[in-house]
Each structure stands twice: as C-alpha cells, then as structure tokens.
C-alpha cells in the first residue's frame, strides 16, 4: 500500500495540522503503548571505543576471560570471569592491544566474587561490553564489538557487533550484526523492551547509532528474542537527511503502536486504514523542498518472514 502527494508546502502543514487536531480529539478514549523498557547501560563517550573511562560499569563479554596481574598478555593469570561478570573500571593503560583488527587498551576492573569479596585485575577492553541490560530475573543481553576490517588504505573501516543473550552465566544464543561504516562523530543508543504485542516473542532488542551532525545516516539494528529462546533478525532499517531539504526515514511499527500512526501520519492513516494487530509494519517516507513547494512519499507494507528471515 502506498500513498503519495505533491502539494504546497503551506497548504500541507495546515491540512495535517488540521487533521491531527480531529485525530487527537477523536482518540480521547484510547490507550498509547506504555513504558515497558527494561533497564539497559551502555558507553555514551564512543560507539566504539579504545578504552573505557573508569567509573563505567559493564560486564564481561567473552566466555572464561582471563583476569591478569598486570596489562599484558603474558602476566600471571588471577582469576576466570565468566560471560556477563557484572564489573566496574578502576583505570585503563594507555598500550593498545589489537585482537581480530580490535584495538583497545587493557582495563584494570573491580568486581565481587561469591563470597562477596572484593576482587581486582585487568581485562583487555574488547572483552568488555559496550551495553547491556535487561529485566529482573530474566535474561540479559549484552552488545560488543567482535570484529573491525579495514580496506587496504584504511579509509574505509567497518565494525562488526554481536548481541548475545546470557543466563546464569551461559550464553543461551547469540546474533550478529551487518557490519557498519562509521564517521568521526557518533551517538549509540541501546534499548531492550517488552514483546511490543508480537506473538512467540519475549522481548525486542533495539541497537541503533546515528552521526551527530546534520544530514548524517542513522541505522536501526532490531533482534526479536523469542519464546524458544532464540534471535531473529529484522532488516536493518536507515534514515538519513539534510533540514530544508530532504528527507528518507525508516521505521518499524508494531501492534502495540496502532493509536501513534494515527497521530503521527493522520492523512495516510485515513486513507489507508493499516491493519496492525499482530504484524509489523514497515513504514517509509521520502520528503524534499524548496521555494516552488513540497512533495512527500509515504509508504507502508507489512513484513514478511520467509524460510526464518524477515523481509521487507
């Protein structure tokens, strides 16, 4: 299904502004979904980062990672942390040490044993989780950075991320990531809710970064952890723009979102009455302007899952 028009840019603000008013007062008797994130972490200071600052408080994201006396490969090993070790950085050393194209400083980290003692030694930083999170006395989820290729130049650089999913210190499934390209300046956002009214799924993992600066790309990374415990991947979705100018955004709408598509995109909602009890719904518009008007591409299909993929 798709709806599309070409229209003067101040006739169209006031027809939608018009239209959202009737929506809004039409809908005083129904519910928007509520807050059912979980609480997640993750390193605000960069996507990928070469040291973590201390006082960040992450977990462990290798399987049996060895705890040394000192910053380097070759020091005596303290101890054996398993996979999601909650722990805490104390300092990092400045040497860099490169696994699978990964650069990262070692960390020296602090954690409580069984006994509740306190315990300290230093980790390489690329066993050390960028996010994280999850609800109580369910699984966790942990984000990290497994792999970094580089072109022969080294212009062009791409991360390769893994989210896993861990219980009682085990890894249960985990599930990787297109690669991405990234730029100078970056902002990461890491978020775990509820099924979002999705039938055999328990939660909805959402991994996403965008450039911080205008007309930069941002790209949204959905894993749906499901009722046999395990991760299907959604297509990744990708917006980009310039203010004043154009516009292409992507997004994902679930069952639990039916009122919001109303607000938010009140013409095409009249015209085009989406169905959403179950599916997810995959909704693209295209703007663009300047001094002779506007015009606006709205399109809107439902995803498909063929052969245990999902597709646009």
């Known amino acids: 299904m798709a709806y599309v028009c070409q229209i003067e840019r101040a006739f169209l603000v006031t027809f939608l502004f018009i239209l959202t008013i009737v929506n809004n007062s039409t809908a005083q008797g129904e519910t928007t979904p509520q807050d059912t994130t979980c609480p997640t972490w993750y390193y605000r200071e960069d996507i990928v980062p070469e040291y973590f600052k201390p006082g960040y408080q992450t977990a462990i994201f290798g399987n049996n990672v060895n705890v040394r ?10 101890d054996v942390l398993p996979i999601g070790q909650p722990l805490q950085v104390i300092a990092f050393d ?3 040490h490169t696994i699978n194209g990964r650069s990262a400083c070692w960390h020296l980290v602090g954690w409580s044993d069984e006994k509740k003692e306190q315990k300290q030694g230093w980790v390489w930083g690329g066993y050390l989780s960028l996010a994280g999170g999850g609800c109580k006395n369910q699984v966790l989820f942990l984000l990290g950075c497994t792999e970094v290729k580089k072109s022969n130049d080294n212009r062009v650089i791409r991360y390769v991320h893994e989210i896993k999913a861990i219980k009682d210190f085990k890894l249960i499934d985990k599930i990787q990531l297109p690669e991405v390209t990234l730029g100078e300046a970056q902002m990461i956002n890491f978020s775990i809710q509820s099924s979002r009214g999705l039938p055999d799924v328990q939660n909805v993992v959402l991994f996403n970064w965008s450039g911080a600066f205008c007309g930069g790309i941002q790209e949204d990374f959905y894993a749906l952890w ?4 395990h991760f299907q991947l959604l297509p990744t979705l ?38 959403n009890k179950t599916a997810i719904l995959y909704l693209k518009e295209d703007s663009g302007g300047d001094e002779n008007g506007a015009s606006v591409s709205i399109s809107i299909s439902k995803l498909k899952f063929v052969n245990h993929v999902w597709k646009k």
């Open 69 to 78: 006396a000192s910053p380097s490969q070759t020091a005596a090993v303290l």
């Open 94 to 96: 400045s040497t860099r």
């Open 226 to 229: 499901t009722e046999t415990n």
């Open 238 to 275: 990708k917006s980009m723009g310039e203010s004043g100018f154009y516009t292409q955004i992507e997004q994902y709408i679930f069952p639990d979102e039916t009122a919001e598509v109303k607000y938010k995109y009140p013409l095409m909602y009249l015209l085009e009455k989406p169905e």
